[in-house]
């Protein structure tokens, strides 16, 4: 099965430790400026997922959700969660850890397309 959003190891690790500080988290990725152009990690229970919002997948069991106008432009392409030393959105939990999640992306070949497409139906 394709998987339209994973994450890096280091991804992996930092949503083990910050799950231990706050509990469960839920990502979005919502497009725009600022804070909105990259990943955002929340506490699970302190983020409203909206009637627009496409889930993605988990990472680390933590939901991924991405707004759908974003969808349409990345809909093509497998998102990959990673982790880069700096400051990142200042609403999103990782930020004290003096790092910040980082958007990669990889286009889907022909055959996952067509994977997806069937499991669509």
């Known amino acids: 099965m394709v998987d339209r959003v994973r994450a890096t190891d280091e991804t992996i690790n930092l949503i083990q430790k910050l799950e231990k500080k706050h509990g469960p988290l839920l990502f979005h990725q919502s497009g725009g400026c ?3 152009s990259s990943p955002m990690c929340f506490p699970k229970d302190e983020f409203r ?6 889930y993605l997948g988990d990472i680390g069991g933590a939901p991924f959700y991405i707004a759908k106008d974003q969808y349409e432009y990345w809909k093509h392409t497998q998102l990959i969660i990673d982790v880069v030393k700096g400051r990142g959105g200042m609403f999103s939990v990782e930020g004290p850890e003096g790092v910040r999640f980082l958007l990669r992306s990889r286009v889907f070949t022909e055959e996952e397309r067509e994977e997806l497409q069937l499991s669509a139906t």
Do not use: A, E, H, R
């Open 34 to 36: 600022c804070d909105g």
């Open 49 to 54: 997922v909206g009637k627009s919002d496409i």
